[in-house]
């Protein structure tokens, strides 16, 4: 980034951001039946088309709803589920990233709000009662254990912002140095992969209406921001970067990185279609999506480690040595 952050810029960055929101936004309930769609294929089952899940939240947003026990709870969690997936997509960069010195939040908070609005999710399962109340629990203790499974991811990308994480990855090869980031991606990646279908989709929820369309909207939000963020990690060089030249070079950035983002969703949704032939139990599968996690997190920050601390002792030999020439120069110019 060589450029400081004008006016400019800063219009052209949020402009980037809202944009980034409103697909992401968009393509969630898209990306969801299409991943349903190619499981039905890989299985031989009739499915609705990929736009049936947005017919499918119109419709419940048109339908009158059901009071039942503990509706209030579960309509206000809903909603603040919607609100914490909106900011991560916010805050999640698709196709560009933001200048330096531009607000921007740390890993530790996006993945933070991603959890948190999982936790949303689960509540209305608790709420209503009867033989749903145990399995939300349980669903419920899954989401908060996640946290501490990506301990090493969050170790991997430290405090600082999120963009300029982004930013040092894309100068970094997938296949060489950038080996251990692709690995953090795949541990963000698998959170969705093994995670299979919602626990409001496989049991009984009496969410209605509004309600219910909020629900569907905000569980596909979460996933897509998951598999985005993921895509970023794996491969930050699809990015663009403002600053780095003109605004022209930059919009073609911007465009090509549109592209390869939907190239990265063909692939995720394809994966997933995968994962969602596996027949396993929810707790199963919440111990293996929690151990998988933070596997595969040990595994890139152990492989990172040597490579991250190498670096650093190489920039504090050259900062020492640049000193020690410095300072013969200086006594060289004194008569």
Do not use: Y
């Amino acid at each position: 980034m060589t450029h400081d952050l004008t006016w400019g810029w800063s219009f052209a960055c949020l402009l980037a951001l809202a944009l980034q929101t409103v697909l992401v936004v968009l393509a969630a309930p898209f990306f969801t039946g299409w991943v349903n769609r190619l499981a039905g294929r890989l299985t031989g089952e009739r499915r609705f088309p990929a736009g049936g899940r947005w017919q499918e939240i119109h419709h419940q947003f048109r339908r009158a709803g059901l009071r039942q026990r503990g509706d209030g709870l579960s309509s206000l969690a809903c909603r603040g589920a919607l609100v914490l997936a909106v900011f991560a997509a916010c805050m999640t960069p698709v196709f560009t990233l933001v200048p330096a010195g531009f607000p921007a939040p740390g890993f530790f908070l996006l993945c933070a709000a991603l959890i948190g609005a999982s936790l949303l999710l689960g509540l209305p399962l608790v709420v209503q009662g009867g033989a749903s109340s145990l399995a939300g629990c349980a669903a419920l203790l899954a989401e908060g254990l996640l946290l501490p499974a990506l301990v090493p991811v969050l170790v991997m990308a430290g405090g600082q912002d999120f963009s300029v994480f982004l930013g040092h990855l894309r100068q970094l090869s997938p296949v060489a140095e950038g080996a251990p980031f692709v690995l953090m991606g795949v541990a963000l990646f698998v959170v969705t992969a093994w995670k299979g279908q919602q626990a409001g989709e496989e049991m009984p929820c009496q969410l209605s209406g509004a309600d219910r369309a909020l629900w569907m909207l905000a569980t596909d939000c979460v996933q897509l921001v998951w598999i985005t963020l993921a895509g970023d990690v794996a491969w930050a060089g699809s990015l663009a970067l403002p600053g780095e030249s003109s605004v022209e070079p930059w919009l073609a950035q911007c465009l090509a990185g549109g592209a390869l983002w939907v190239a990265k969703l063909s692939v995720a949704a394809l994966l997933l279609a995968g994962t969602q032939l596996m027949v396993l139990a929810f707790p199963r599968r919440a111990r293996v999506r929690l151990a998988a996690v933070f596997l595969l997190g040990l595994l890139a920050w152990q492989v990172a480690s040597p490579a991250q601390s190498g670096a650093q002792v190489q920039d504090k030999t050259a900062s020492a040595q640049e000193d020690q020439d410095s300072a013969w120069r200086n006594e060289d110019t004194t008569p």
